[in-house]
């Protein structure tokens, strides 16, 4: 009897589900924010050392450096997983990767949704993240500098007004305060002097015991938080610009990864059946 011709089979021994372009488009693209975050947690702790041994150990929790190197860590780690994962196709890595992407995308939009829906909350936390910058206001270079920027940018001064400044122990108004700058406030209130060669750190000199209509003439007497709320108010689609910039990459790479996962086990189902199949005379 002859022997029946053995059937060819479907995919050549060479043929590979994994799509080199997918692959190297993840791969590289988790590689750009792996140095991104590397470059953060640099920056951070430089700021960090370049500090006094006691504010490096105080006030952690008001510290620009410490988010920057939080933030910087997290997604050194994430991009690990994606950059490892796409390279040595590892399944268990590229679903950590896409599981934790896809955590920080929803926790994005929730925090965006309740902040929309609980605004008066959402001010009351901001009021209080201010309130606590200003106690630490001379006990961080970094913050003072964040601040002074802040009230600069926004044309303000303090939380709700001026006189939330008398919450700094430098700036308090009591009378039993020795400070020189007693019931003042920072440089970075007062009103800009046209062509000032020199700025004028003492311009904010006694500013908390005039009252609105006096101070107004010399330093800002809005609050920061109301700036704040009508800078967002007028810059929506900025702000939605930006929120699309980061979402965007957010879902390419969660797009990507599960390609890519589908793929590698296509890949694998293929392998196992030409492996069993391999004995097989008529294969």
Not at 231 to 252: C, D, E, R, Y
Request: proline residues 4%.
């Amino acid at each position: 009897m002859a022997r029946r011709p053995r059937a060819p089979a479907p995919y050549g021994e060479e043929f590979s589900f994994v799509s080199p372009l997918v692959k190297y488009l993840l791969f590289f693209f988790n590689m750009l924010f792996w140095v991104i975050s590397m470059v953060m947690v640099g920056v951070g702790v430089y700021a960090r050392l370049m500090k006094h041994a006691e504010a490096a150990l105080a006030y952690l929790e008001v510290d620009p450096a410490i988010l920057l190197i939080v933030v910087g860590v997290l997604m050194f780690l994430l991009t690990f997983c994606g950059c490892i994962g796409s390279l040595r196709e590892n399944i268990c890595l590229l679903q950590t990767f896409s599981f934790c992407l896809t955590i920080v995308f929803l926790l994005q939009l929730a925090a965006g949704v309740l902040g929309f829906v609980f605004s008066d909350k959402a001010r009351g936390k901001v009021n209080e993240i201010i309130n606590n910058a200003i106690v630490h206001y001379r006990d961080d270079l970094d913050l003072q500098n964040l601040i002074d920027f802040g009230q600069k940018k926004f044309s303000c001064c303090g939380g709700i007004s001026y006189k939330d400044w008398s919450q700094n122990m430098y700036f308090n108004c009591s009378d039993d305060n020795p400070s020189r700058e007693r019931c003042s406030v920072p440089y970075s209130c007062c009103l800009p002097t046209p062509n000032q060669a020199v700025i004028n750190t003492m311009c904010g000199q006694g500013m908390q015991d005039f009252d609105y209509l006096e101070a107004s003439k010399v330093i800002y007497t809005n609050g920061c938080i109301d700036k704040l709320v009508n800078w967002i108010h007028s810059n929506l689609f900025l702000l939605g610009g930006v929120a699309l910039g980061l979402a965007i990459p957010q879902l390419v790479g969660i797009l990507l990864s599960q390609i890519l996962v589908n793929q590698i086990k296509d890949q694998i189902k293929l392998q196992l059946y030409n492996q069993q199949h391999q004995a097989d005379p008529w294969y």
